[in-house]
């Protein structure tokens, strides 16, 4: 059984900056594709980044292009969300996932694992 305990949530003011870490149990986490997800109250689960084992592909959500970073230090077990220039719109409850077969995808029903959650608040 794969554990993930995210962290960095937060309220912040619009235009700044966020860094979310999901730290997993397990040894075989470099094979594992990882996703952020959000979901806003009354909205749908998003994926806004996804990334590969090796970290060599990458997905944003058009939503987030430009403003948000998803990186992975396999060394450490650690998925990261960097988020900049937020706005009030992306405030939702941050999840991440991992998908046991390595493939990158947005869709949340191939994930197998995931994390709590963390709230994060933008203000206007």
């Known amino acids: 059984q794969v554990q993930l305990v995210e962290s960095g949530g937060g309220l912040v003011q619009a235009g700044g900056s966020l860094r979310l870490s999901c730290v997993a149990s397990?040894?075989?986490?470099?094979?594992?594709?990882m996703g952020w997800f959000r979901q806003a109250p009354g909205k749908g689960r998003e994926c806004v980044g996804a990334?590969?084992?090796?970290?060599?592909?990458?997905y944003y959500a058009d939503s987030v292009k430009g403003r948000f970073t998803i990186s992975r230090d396999n060394a450490k077990n650690t998925v990261y969300l960097q988020m900049n220039s937020l706005k009030p719109e992306d405030t939702a409850v941050y999840y991440c996932?991992?998908?046991?077969?390595?493939?990158?995808?947005?869709?949340?029903?191939?994930?197998?694992?995931w994390g709590q959650g963390t709230q994060v608040t933008v203000s206007s």
């Open positions: 397990g040894r075989t986490f470099r094979s594992y594709a």
């Open positions: 996932a991992g998908d046991v077969k390595g493939v990158l995808t947005p869709r949340d029903e191939e994930y197998d694992y």
């Open positions: 990334i590969r084992g090796s970290g060599g592909t990458i």
